[in-house]
């Protein structure tokens, strides 16, 4: 005689199953919504490479977020607008977004800026550490400015201003603010932690 069919026992795992999948569903669910969360929590404008790039062909000079002179690099705090170029061949100066946006300057003109950051590529592809070589002589150059009125009026490189802070006396006190003004010329640059209004400076060094 047949057995009837244990039908208790099907929907139970059937159920099972369900609950299963449904468990899946709501991980993945999870983890995708923490990849979402962590991304957005990082400016796109956010520049995560900066490249030499010759024109019309040549070899590319590329540095990337996490290389041990990045965080020197004299990357502008807001990228300028390129400018008209008189010719088509030279070397274009790239900056690379979070979001993917490239960014080129050149081949020929580019703004002051922008030839900072240049200077300290080519810098780099000399083997020369911008700590060491670079900002020794140009933190002088900045401590200069500031004891010409009392302000840092020029445009330097990014080092620049780092070097003129160690240059500065441990424990040393500051009635004249030359340390706030250093500080607050370095956040012309991307990679400034601190958000503080940047006065307007010309020239460059």
Not at 56 to 65: F, N, S, Y
Not at 87 to 99: I, P, R, S
Not at 179 to 183: D, L, W
């Given at each position: 005689?047949?057995?009837?069919?244990?039908?208790?026992?099907?929907?139970?795992?059937?159920?099972?199953?369900?609950?299963?999948v449904?468990?899946?569903?709501?991980?993945?669910?999870?983890?995708?919504?923490?990849?979402v969360?962590?991304?957005?929590?990082?400016?796109?404008?956010?520049?995560?490479?900066?490249?030499?790039?010759?024109v019309?062909?040549?070899?590319?000079?590329?540095?990337?977020?996490g290389?041990?002179?990045?965080?020197?690099?004299?990357?502008?705090?807001?990228?300028?607008?390129?400018?008209?170029?008189p010719?088509?061949?030279?070397?274009?100066?790239?900056?690379?977004?979070?979001?993917g946006?490239?960014?080129?300057?050149?081949?020929?003109?580019?703004?002051?800026?922008?030839?900072?950051?240049?200077?300290?590529?080519?810098?780099?592809?000399r083997?020369?550490?911008?700590?060491?070589?670079?900002?020794?002589?140009?933190?002088?150059?900045?401590?200069?400015?500031?004891?010409?009125?009392?302000?840092?009026?020029?445009?330097?490189?990014?080092?620049?201003?780092?070097?003129?802070l160690?240059?500065?006396?441990?424990?040393?006190?500051?009635p004249?603010?030359m340390?706030?003004?250093?500080?607050r010329?370095?956040?012309?640059?991307?990679l400034?932690?601190?958000?503080?209004?940047?006065?307007?400076?010309?020239?460059s060094?």
């Open positions: 005689m047949k057995q009837p069919a244990d039908l208790g026992g099907a929907v139970t795992r059937h159920a099972l199953m369900g609950l299963i449904t468990a899946l569903i709501a991980l993945g669910a999870a983890l995708i919504a923490a990849v969360t962590r991304d957005s929590g990082r400016d796109s404008a956010t520049p995560v490479a900066a490249a030499l790039e010759p019309p062909e040549g070899p590319v000079v590329r540095l990337t977020e290389d041990p002179q990045w965080s020197e690099l004299s990357l502008p705090a807001n990228l300028p607008e390129p400018l008209p170029q010719c088509d061949a030279g070397l274009n100066v790239v900056v690379t977004l979070a979001d946006t490239r960014h080129a300057f050149g081949p020929c003109e580019r703004p002051r800026v922008i030839e900072l950051l240049r200077a300290d590529l080519l810098s780099v592809t083997n020369e550490a911008l700590r060491v070589i670079v900002a020794p002589g140009c933190a002088r150059l900045v401590l200069s400015d500031w004891f010409d009125n009392g302000r840092v009026d020029r445009l330097y490189r990014r080092v620049c201003y780092e070097g003129a160690d240059l500065l006396p441990e424990g040393w006190e500051d004249a603010g340390e706030g003004a250093i500080r010329a370095l956040c012309a640059w991307a400034c932690k601190e958000h503080v209004a940047v006065p307007k400076m010309t020239g060094a």
